[in-house]
Nanobody
Framework: QVQLVESGGGSVQSGGSLRLSCTAS????????MAWFRQAPGKEREGVSC????????YYSDSVKGRFFTSRDNAKNTLYLQMNSLKPEDTAMYYC????????????????????WGQGTQVTISS
């Protein structure tokens, strides 16, 4: 079955960096666009970034643009999120998800457009 496993989360101070990974199995990784989402306690899940199946196109939410960078290694079935200049408001559970490459890839990083979610990795930023 399809499995997405996020890792790399942790607790860091404001201004620090983390690199998240999402390793996929049970699917053909380059059949999918990929995205990162996050959800803070009491808030709705929000899109952070997305990347096309080739890795040639990426989009970011305004809240992370210029600080977060997403990439993928299709040979390793792995998606990455490099997070720099972290802020307390970045504290959340971070999830990866898939979208078939047969579907439109766009800047609309909405949870309803993505499937095959991972269990998440917690990121906590202290001030």
């Amino acid at each position: 079955q399809v499995q997405l496993v996020e890792s790399g989360g942790g607790s860091v101070q404001s201004g620090g960096s983390l690199r998240l990974s999402c390793t996929a199995s049970g699917l053909t990784f380059d059949d999918y666009h990929m995205a990162w989402f996050r959800q803070a306690p009491g808030k709705e899940r929000e899109g952070v970034s997305c990347i096309s199946w080739t890795g040639g196109a990426t989009y970011y939410s305004d809240s992370v643009k210029g600080r977060f960078f997403t990439s993928r290694d299709n040979a390793k079935n792995t998606l990455y999120l490099q997070m720099n200049s972290l802020k307390p408001e970045d504290t959340a559970m971070y999830y990866c998800a898939t979208r078939s490459r047969r579907l439109l890839f766009s800047a609309n990083i909405t949870p309803a457009l993505y499937t095959n979610w991972g269990q998440g990795t917690q990121v906590t930023i202290s001030s």
